[in-house]
Nanobody, 120 residues
Framework: QVQLVESGGGLVQAGGSLRLSCAASGRIFSINTMGWYRQAPGKQRELVVT???????NYADSVKGRFTISRDNAKNTVYLQMNSLKPEDTAVYYC??????????????WGQGTQVTVSS
């Protein structure tokens, strides 16, 4: 099995910053794309940003220039640096990873989610 554990959420004032981390563990052979999604109350889960093993990124327009994704392949960890936060960034943020296990099976995994609240 594979687990994704997120950390770093919290409450911050508008204009502030937060850094989220997500560490993957378990029977991991390799990790392809990793990323972050978010879900605000009453809304569908949406893409924030993804990053491939080679470092190619895909940002939602709403976070371009404010959020930065990075990953440490040696640690199976992905980070999300969030700057200039806005109240509309308030949501539960979920880590996602496409993982090939030691049994050569590829599955999509989700973290448990971490709350980010931005006050105005």
């Amino acid at each position: 099995q594979v687990q994704l554990v997120e950390s770093g959420g919290g409450l911050v004032q508008a204009g502030g910053s937060l850094r989220l981390s997500c560490a993957a563990s378990g029977r991991i052979f390799s990790i392809n794309t990793m990323g972050w999604y978010r879900q605000a109350p009453g809304k569908q889960r949406e893409l924030v940003v993804t990053i491939t093993t080679g470092g190619s990124t895909n940002y939602a327009d709403s976070v371009k220039g404010r959020f930065t994704i990075s990953r440490d392949n040696a640690k199976n960890t992905v980070y999300l640096q969030m700057n200039s936060l806005k109240p509309e960034d308030t949501a539960v943020y979920y880590c996602n990873a496409l993982v090939t296990s030691n049994y050569q099976r590829t599955n999509n995994y989700w973290g448990q989610g971490t709350q980010v609240t931005v006050s105005s």
